[in-house]
Antibody, heavy 120, light 110 residues
Framework: QVQLVQSGAEVKKPGASVKVSCKASGYTFISFYMHWVRQAPGQGLEWMGIINPTTGNIRYAQKFQGRVTMTTDTSTSTVSMELSSLRSGDTAVYYC?????????????WGQGTLVTVSS | QSVLTQPPSASGTPGQRVIISCSGSTSNIGSSTVTWYQQLPGTAPKLLIYSNNQRPSGVPDRFSGSKSGTAASLAISGLQSEDEADYYCAAWDDNLNEGVFGGGTKLTVL
């Protein structure tokens, strides 16, 4: 069965960086895109970006340009998302989610989420 | 401020039919398919409807989606207590070249 297992919760100070990983299993890793979505406490969902594990092509949301880096490791079927220059507003649960790609922009499986807390 | 607009709340009694709306523009809903997600308290979102009106396997046919122009809707018939959750619509925005979500609708089963 398809599983996306994310790394554990993190507590960071303002100005620091955080890296969240997402290990995929149960399907052919390179056949699907991976998206990152975050959700601040009590708030809605916010799309951060998409990575094509086959080509390495990436598209980041304008809001996060310059602060976010998404990478993929096909040898371990893992994608990672690093967010830098953290501020309190980045406190959120971060999700990886699988997408079919090829113009099909929905997410059929989600990771369990990783809580990132930014606090001095 | 979300790109797609949803009512913040909706409610119904068991057995009723509830409709949740999602409004966008020509650059997103008007030119893309609409997806709906269900998020139960404390859990990750779950794919409910994709490609405007398609249900993944395992999603009851009580859930249905539709789209017309720059608006979409999710209908839930035969409302059950376990349907109490947050519901989000989503689409791709061709102008932003980004994924966009609605602000979410909290459904309460009275």
């Amino acid at each position: 069965q398809v599983q996306l297992v994310q790394s554990g919760a993190e507590v960071k100070k303002p100005g620091a960086s955080v890296k969240v990983s997402c290990k995929a299993s149960g399907y052919t890793f390179i056949s699907f895109y991976m998206h990152w979505v975050r959700q601040a406490p009590g708030q809605g969902l916010e799309w951060m970006g998409i990575i094509n594990p086959t080509t390495g092509n990436i598209r980041y949301a304008q809001k996060f340009q310059g602060r976010v880096t998404m990478t993929t490791d096909t040898s371990t079927s893992t994608v990672s998302m690093e967010l830098s220059s953290l501020r309190s507003g980045d406190t959120a649960v971060y999700y990886c989610s699988r997408g079919p790609g090829s113009g099909k922009h929905w997410f059929d499986f989600w990771g369990q989420g990783t809580l990132v807390t930014v606090s001095s | 401020q979300s790109v797609l607009t949803q009512p913040p709340s909706a409610s119904g009694t068991p057995g009723q039919r509830v409709i949740i709306s999602c409004s966008g523009s020509t650059s997103n809903i008007g030119s893309s398919t609409v997806t709906w997600y269900q998020q139960l308290p404390g859990t990750a979102p779950k794919l409910l409807i994709y490609s405007n009106n398609q249900r993944p396997s395992g999603v009851p046919d009580r859930f249905s989606g539709s789209k017309s122009g720059t608006a979409a809707s999710l209908a839930i018939s035969g409302l059950q207590s376990e349907d109490e959750a947050d519901y989000y619509c989503a689409a791709w925005d061709d102008n932003l070249n980004e994924g966009v979500f609605g602000g979410g609708t909290k459904l309460t089963v009275l």
